[in-house]
């Protein structure tokens, strides 16, 4: 059996030479050819790899073993090259099958430190390899000599070392993730773009990169704001006229909060009295949005919502503390007809119309009140008045077979019944009280006059009703096919057509 494979490997050409071949060819092929295509790339490589291993061992070459040099022979030089790029396509082999593997268990991101570290352990393995067993060197006198240049370099590289051990740390530990926004002690706050082994890279709230230290972060104090969930929770403090009781100032304020769109429904809004004096009603207002990133919409509308809805619960705000003023004797409640006029001076639909214009249109308004459930416009009607809330809250539905989405909220100073007025249109909502609401109408008969002489309120009408069309279109689609766990593709189809033709399961 010996002699035969001598005798084969005798009628080959030079193993060595072919060795080189598969090298040059694993290299080329791999870099030009397969660039992109990860896994054909990696097998290509693996039986480059396989054919150096084969044409070695048929020139009875062992990487492992030390190779005895005779003078500098070509031969020996061509032997020594062979096993010092088998070493390294070994230790490239290896770094990118553990590369592949982190990728495809964890998001590649995460793990840029931990592949670095892994390849730099892989590669200094393979430089040591190449020492012992190419150039015959003892490893014990290469690592005490190391260890002498390793002490110069870290004195001489504290701060890049702090920040790489530091790096460490934090990739162990993660108190976050890419995709996380983090709030320093320092003041600077942002979604966390990727952690190398220097440094953590932080989008800004003003679309600035942030290049922050390991080290900086190791020991600030940071608050995670999308941990343990992406919900987000803030405070606000409002301050109203001590001459109304708590009670109803609360009950106002909750109002305020059942108006909004981008608050989370749960946890509910907290509403608590910190402070009661003779110059003002303190009170903190807590809400919880599903993003960090809604956070600065959502606090504008709370603040907006709060302000309408005081406004018509005739609940003034009180001065800022400190200021020495005192608000002024509250005046008394207008009359109906008034209440009408400073409605229409107050919304900005009808800024086009003259004072004389205003004065006879809130004379034809009539006023109308709903308690909770009661339903002010239904889907598919035709709404022949365009309705202004003036307290509380409606809901507009959406059905879709045995369903009922909810779409938008509308808070005092919204109006609907846009489609009806404008184009005889029968309404895509189901308008619903969800509190005691008072609204006033106008009818079609009276507003037809006022849009074909102000066009401008046509359009302003128009591009209200355009923005909730889209709006609904935009829930149907979010809440189109939801996924179960568990359910198969087949089956949230058979779902959705029952829903759609009202069929019982």
């Given at each position: 059996?010996?002699?035969n494979?001598s005798?084969?490997?005798?009628q080959?050409?030079?193993p060595l030479?072919?060795?080189?071949?598969?090298?040059?060819?694993?290299f080329?092929?791999?870099?030009?050819?397969?660039?992109?295509?990860?896994?054909?790339?990696f097998?290509?490589?693996?039986?480059?790899?396989?054919?150096?291993?084969?044409?070695?061992?048929?020139?009875?070459v062992?990487?492992?073993?030390a190779t005895v040099r005779?003078?500098?022979?070509?031969?020996y030089?061509?032997i020594?090259l062979?096993?010092?790029?088998?070493?390294?396509?070994?230790a490239?082999?290896?770094?990118?099958f553990?590369r592949?593997a982190?990728?495809?268990?964890?998001?590649?991101?995460?793990?840029?430190l931990?592949?670095d570290?892994l390849?730099?352990?892989?590669y200094?393995g393979?430089?040591?390899?190449?020492v012992?067993y190419?150039?015959n060197v003892a490893?014990?006198?290469?690592?005490?000599?190391?260890?002498?240049?390793a002490?110069?370099?870290?004195l001489?590289?504290?701060?890049t070392?702090?920040d790489?051990?530091?790096g460490?740390?934090?990739?162990l530990?993660?108190?976050?993730h890419?995709?996380?926004?983090?709030?320093?002690?320092?003041?600077?706050q942002?979604?966390?773009i990727e952690?190398n082994?220097?440094?953590?890279?932080?989008?800004t709230?003003?679309n600035?990169?942030?290049?922050v230290?390991?080290?900086?972060?190791a020991?600030?104090?940071?608050?995670n704001?999308?941990?343990?969930g992406r919900d987000?929770?803030a405070?606000?403090?409002?301050r109203?006229?001590?001459?109304?009781?708590?009670?109803?100032c609360c009950?106002?304020?909750e109002?305020?909060?059942?108006?909004?769109?981008?608050?989370?429904?749960t946890?509910?809004?907290?509403?608590s009295?910190r402070?009661?004096?003779?110059?003002?009603?303190?009170?903190?207002?807590?809400?919880?949005v599903?993003?960090?990133?809604?956070?600065p919409?959502a606090?504008?509308?709370?603040?907006?919502l709060?302000?309408?809805?005081c406004?018509s619960?005739g609940?003034?705000?009180?001065?800022p503390?400190?200021?020495?003023?005192?608000?002024a004797p509250?005046a008394?409640?207008?009359s109906p007809?008034?209440a009408?006029r400073?409605?229409?001076?107050?919304l900005?639909i009808?800024?086009?119309?003259?004072?004389d214009?205003?004065?006879?249109l809130a004379?034809?308004?009539?006023?109308g009140?709903?308690?909770?459930?009661d339903v002010v416009?239904?889907q598919?009607?035709?709404?022949?008045?365009?309705?202004i809330?003036?307290?509380?809250?409606?809901?507009?539905?959406?059905?879709?077979?045995a369903?009922e989405?909810?779409?938008?909220?509308?808070?005092?100073?919204?109006?609907?019944?846009?489609a009806?007025?404008?184009?005889?249109a029968?309404s895509?909502?189901?308008?619903?009280a969800?509190?005691r609401?008072?609204?006033?109408e106008?009818a079609?008969?009276?507003?037809?006059?006022?849009?074909?002489?102000?066009?401008a309120?046509a359009a302003?009408?128009?591009?209200?009703?355009a923005?909730?069309q889209a709006?609904?279109k935009?829930?149907?689609e979010?809440?189109a096919?939801?996924?179960?766990?568990?359910?198969?593709l087949?089956?949230r189809l058979?779902?959705?057509?029952k829903d759609?033709?009202?069929?019982?399961s």
């Amino acid at each position: 059996m010996t002699a035969n494979f001598s005798r084969l490997a005798a009628q080959m050409p030079d193993p060595l030479a072919i060795a080189g071949l598969f090298l040059l060819a694993g290299f080329l092929i791999t870099r030009l050819a397969l660039p992109h295509h990860p896994v054909w790339r990696f097998l290509f490589q693996l039986a480059c790899f396989a054919g150096v291993t084969i044409m070695l061992a048929v020139a009875g070459v062992s990487p492992s073993v030390a190779t005895v040099r005779v003078g500098w022979t070509l031969n020996y030089l061509g032997i020594s090259l062979l096993k010092i790029a088998w070493w390294l396509f070994a230790a490239w082999l290896l770094s990118g099958f553990l590369r592949a593997a982190l990728i495809y268990k964890r998001q590649p991101r995460e793990t840029i430190l931990l592949q670095d570290l892994l390849s730099g352990a892989i590669y200094l393995g393979a430089v040591l390899a190449v020492v012992a067993y190419v150039f015959n060197v003892a490893v014990d006198g290469v690592l005490a000599a190391s260890g002498v240049i390793a002490i110069v370099l870290g004195l001489a590289l504290q701060s890049t070392l702090g920040d790489v051990f530091s790096g460490i740390v934090l990739n162990l530990a993660k108190p976050y993730h890419p995709g996380d926004w983090l709030i320093l002690d320092a003041g600077l706050q942002g979604r966390v773009i990727e952690t190398n082994w220097r440094a953590t890279q932080i989008l800004t709230d003003s679309n600035d990169l942030a290049i922050v230290p390991n080290s900086v972060i190791a020991k600030a104090k940071l608050i995670n704001a999308s941990a343990p969930g992406r919900d987000h929770g803030a405070t606000v403090a409002i301050r109203l006229d001590p001459g109304v009781a708590p009670a109803r100032c609360c009950t106002v304020l909750e109002t305020a909060l059942l108006s909004c769109n981008l608050i989370l429904r749960t946890p509910p809004p907290v509403i608590s009295v910190r402070r009661l004096d003779a110059v003002a009603l303190e009170v903190d207002v807590q809400f919880f949005v599903s993003d960090f990133d809604l956070l600065p919409l959502a606090q504008n509308e709370v603040f907006d919502l709060i302000f309408r809805h005081c406004l018509s619960a005739g609940i003034r705000l009180a001065p800022p503390a400190g200021s020495g003023f005192a608000l002024a004797p509250m005046a008394p409640r207008p009359s109906p007809a008034d209440a009408s006029r400073r409605l229409l001076d107050r919304l900005p639909i009808f800024a086009p119309l003259s004072d004389d214009e205003r004065v006879l249109l809130a004379e034809k308004m009539t006023r109308g009140s709903f308690k909770a459930g009661d339903v002010v416009v239904e889907q598919g009607a035709v709404a022949h008045a365009l309705f202004i809330l003036t307290a509380g809250v409606v809901v507009a539905l959406q059905g879709t077979g045995a369903k009922e989405i909810e779409v938008m909220r509308l808070a005092p100073g919204d109006c609907f019944g846009q489609a009806g007025i404008l184009a005889g249109a029968t309404s895509i909502f189901q308008i619903k009280a969800l509190t005691r609401v008072n609204v006033f109408e106008i009818a079609k008969e009276d507003l037809a006059p006022i849009l074909q002489e102000r066009p401008a309120i046509a359009a302003e009408l128009g591009l209200i009703l355009a923005q909730r069309q889209a709006m609904g279109k935009s829930r149907l689609e979010e809440l189109a096919l939801p996924e179960k766990q568990g359910d198969t593709l087949a089956e949230r189809l058979a779902e959705r057509v029952k829903d759609l033709f009202g069929l019982k399961s």
